[in-house]
């Protein structure tokens, strides 16, 4: 069986947002995206304590694609329009896909102001094919007694979660709409992990922190290392502690019109998400 080999490696670009330095890698001054994944932001770490421990990003639209949040410090607050109200800690997932209109908006927990630490996050956004952009939204979480617990038994002290997709017989809780494999890592240094991929797919590894070799390519961190459309295993193996997420995904070959919280095909669409919104179609959520 062919390894998956690394294609390019990204490197970030800061950039601030609400107040706090954000690392990102997708799109990047190289890659417009990595179809279906468009957009990779990585917040964090930070230290924050005491009254320092506290974020709030008030309530804003989303239309066409599935932003999806991967919190590996710290916790998280979302409330939208569909009427959730849900906490997750670290390790945890939530994963919304706004279809045609949702509104959140998002904070640190409670759990996560009471007694501070680090906090960092991944938020990643997944394009939706046409067929699927105007479907109801949803929104689905998962917590660490609720993520499938990859068996590394080289490396009992490392940690890797399936999120959604399928690894061996092991399935992840997430059910997702366009196929993504996706799983997060806590790794100690000189943990090897296999991970099956399909023949032919869009695959790809951010390393948050330490270091990962992918089939003989250092990735450090806030690297993303694209990866080559074909082999149906990926070895990887870190060099350091590392903090790493492993995305695979369908590409979905359509022109990708975006602007701010809305991704559609055509420039029509956009102006057609900011009226909806303006008319309260995707719902209303109180600040
Ligand atoms: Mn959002």
Request: hydrophobic residues 35%; aromatic residues 6%; glycine residues 10%.
């Amino acid at each position: 069986m062919k390894s998956r080999g690394v294609k390019i490696v990204l490197n970030s670009d800061s950039l601030q947002l609400g107040g706090k330095t954000i690392m990102q890698t997708l799109p990047s001054r190289q890659v417009e995206n990595h179809d279906p994944f468009l957009l990779l932001h990585h917040a964090g770490p930070y230290d924050m304590r005491g009254e320092h421990a506290h974020f709030y990003v008030g309530p804003h639209p989303h239309r066409g694609f599935e932003p999806i949040t991967f919190v590996f410090q710290g916790g998280v607050r979302h409330k939208d329009s569909l009427g959730n109200d849900s906490s997750i800690e670290a390790p945890g997932v939530q994963w919304i896909s706004a279809g045609k209109g949702i509104i959140h908006s998002e904070q640190s927990s409670k759990h996560f102001e009471e007694f501070g630490g680090n906090f960092e996050l991944i938020q990643l956004w997944v394009n939706l094919p046409a067929h699927l952009k105007m479907e109801r939204p949803t929104y689905a979480k998962c917590d660490e007694n609720e993520l499938e617990k990859i068996a590394l038994e080289d490396s009992p002290n490392s940690k890797l979660y399936l999120i959604s997709g399928v690894e061996g017989n092991q399935k992840g809780k997430i059910l997702d709409r366009t196929g993504i494999k996706s799983l997060m890592g806590y790794l100690k240094k000189d943990t090897s992990v296999h991970i099956k991929l399909k023949d032919k797919s869009a695959s790809m590894v951010y390393v948050l922190g330490g270091e990962i070799s992918i089939n003989g390519t250092m990735v450090a961190g806030k690297q993303l290392a694209l990866l080559e459309e074909d082999g149906a295993k990926l070895q990887l193996e870190a060099a350091e502690d590392s903090r790493i997420l492993i995305l695979e995904g369908n590409p979905i070959h359509e022109k990708v019109v975006s602007w701010g919280p809305y991704v559609m095909n055509t420039q029509r669409e956009i102006l057609e998400a900011m009226k909806d919104y303006n008319e309260g179609k995707m719902g209303f959520l109180a600040s």
